[in-house]
């Protein structure tokens, strides 16, 4: 018989998507390693893709809900959301280095750790977060990730209002964010 979070999962609760993500993520880290070099760059995009559109949709409508438990469910999403920042840096720097070079390989290894890391501490301190609440709104919540997720944009957003406290958000990506939340509004 599986644990609390597997029961929640079966009910097509919202950490089913996010374990799924990181699944793909982690899978997509691995192919990357042995791509062959002319195939590296669209392999690296499709994973860029993979990630912010995950990242993005987390934090529009999973974060937001983890945040307001506690204080300390707070410090949690400002820990996450720090590492995911982190991770986004390394992948626009990435973006803009030739695959092959000695940077590109300390940028894509230090961007691997972190992802995989990221993914793990998530799912050993937000998941449990998400397990607490009652099952109607995991699965509210998996519909506003899965369309957030689909919205999302698709290139990493270093100045996106990711970096801890989360609420200073300048430029184009202002409005992007705004965009986003007016598509998604309230019960999408
Ligand atoms: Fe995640």
Redesign the pocket.
Known sequence: MGSFLDDAGRDGGIDVH?RA??RR?AELLAGLDTARPRERTEHLREFARELVS??VA?ELV?YPVVRRQSAEAARICDA?LGE?AEAERHLDKLGRLAPGTVEFEQELAQLRVDVLE??EL??QS?LPLLAVLAGPDREMLARRYVRARSLAPTHPHPAAPDRPPGNVVIGPVAGLFDRLRDALGSGA
């Open positions: 996010l993500d990181h993520l995950h990242e987390e999973v996450r995911q990221h993914a998530e799912e937000v």
